[in-house]
């Protein structure tokens, strides 16, 4: 039986005792009540001072079975009492020590400030990818819901440089600040930067103000909810065909299309060929929507003779499995066949 459920039972238990030697000892002896529980207490508890009144033969007879299966009972109380504080300390430390063992091994990780519904929609993706991921949330029942469903992460205030390096921002790759209040991302922005001068930013912004400011403190890009929400209903509404097939697309549980971008390393067979000597929508069936050589303007729909080169980033449209080895290739791990 759980230790919570066994001190419950047994303060039950101990209730109706108590309960049971006041009823008795009033019925036998005829006391008030106070009198007959006071002289349960003290029979029960063993302390040993003077009866309030003098015991008939029958109350003696109650007052030793009182002692009997009372003194057994406060016993298995105090146990439970005990075993419940200790196995309640001992779960949450070792609880506690084996997330910073877990989140001291994190590397190239994406930090996500707030867990509210926009948190908690990015966790979702990144655990569907899957994505190497930690949270930061100051709310302690949202921590309380990360821990049982199984989430790493670290309570507290994400405007905290103690409580972002315990979340080992330096060795992260993005952070991703979605907390509610603008001036809260401004700050998570800012103090992310100044630890962390490499990885990527992306914040959350719920007015259009405050995406100047974020850009300032340091983040790389910018995004407000509400205006894609908007834009995104609008277009769902004058291009139906083209939302319904970048859902499609861009669906993590999509199994027939998905669009996906995939970086050349310099390992890769792939790396130095023209996209018609590579020939990768013959010979893996990818479609190579765009290419993204880092300079901030992406060529979208490449032409055949455009070379791809190491740390070209391509945006790549097809069925998982070709998704999956086009992988494979770009990354040097297995040669294009």
């Known amino acids: 039986m759980d230790p919570l459920h066994k001190f419950r039972y047994s303060l039950i238990t101990l209730i109706v005792l108590i309960g049971s030697g006041t009823a008795g000892y009033m019925a036998i002896e005829g006391w008030t009540t106070i009198e007959a529980l006071y002289m349960t ?16 033969f029958e109350g003696r007879v109650f007052t030793i079975l009182l002692i009997i299966f009372g003194a057994g009972t406060i016993a298995y109380t105090i ?5 419940f504080m200790v ?14 063992k877990q989140i001291s091994r994190l590397h190239s990780h994406y930090i996500v400030c707030g867990y509210g519904r926009i948190g908690r929609l990015i966790c979702r993706d990144f655990r569907a990818k899957p994505v190497p991921f930690i949270v930061i949330e100051q709310d ?12 790493l992460h670290v309570c507290g205030d994400a405007t905290q440089d103690e409580v972002l390096l315990q979340a080992g921002i330096d060795k992260a790759k993005g952070l ?21 001068r490499d990885m990527f930013i992306l914040a959350r912004a719920s007015d259009e103000s405050s995406e100047l400011k974020l850009k300032r403190a340091g983040a790389n890009k910018v995004i407000s909810p509400y205006i894609i929400g908007a834009s995104r209903m609008a277009n769902a509404v004058l291009r139906p065909s083209v939302v319904d097939f970048i859902d499609i697309a ?10 996906e971008e995939i970086k050349i ?11 018609i000597d590579a020939d990768v929508s013959k010979n893996l069936g990818i479609i190579i929507v765009g290419i993204n050589k880092g300079n901030g303007q992406p060529i979208f729909n490449p032409g055949p003779e455009t070379c791809m080169e190491s740390g070209d980033i391509l945006i790549t449209l097809g069925k998982p499995p070709a998704i999956k080895n086009m992988e494979l290739i770009a990354s040097g791990q297995t040669r294009h066949g």
Not at 87 to 100: N, P
Not at 265 to 275: D, E, F, N, P
């Open 79 to 83: 146990g439970t009492l005990i075993q």
């Open 265 to 275: 390393t310099a390992g890769s067979v792939l790396a130095g060929q023209a996209l």
């Open 250 to 259: 861009t669906g993590s549980e999509n199994l027939e299309l998905q669009i």
């Open 87 to 100: 196995e309640g300390q001992l779960r949450t430390l070792l609880g506690r020590k084996k997330v910073e």
């Open 41 to 56: 207490i003290i029979t029960l508890s063993t302390i040993g001072f003077r009866e309030v009144h003098s015991l008939s």
């Open 140 to 151: 302690r029942e949202l921590c309380n819901q990360m821990e049982d469903s199984g989430l």
């Open 176 to 196: 991703i600040t979605a907390v509610t209040s603008d001036s809260a991302n401004v700050f998570i922005t800012l103090t992310g930067r100044e630890l962390n």
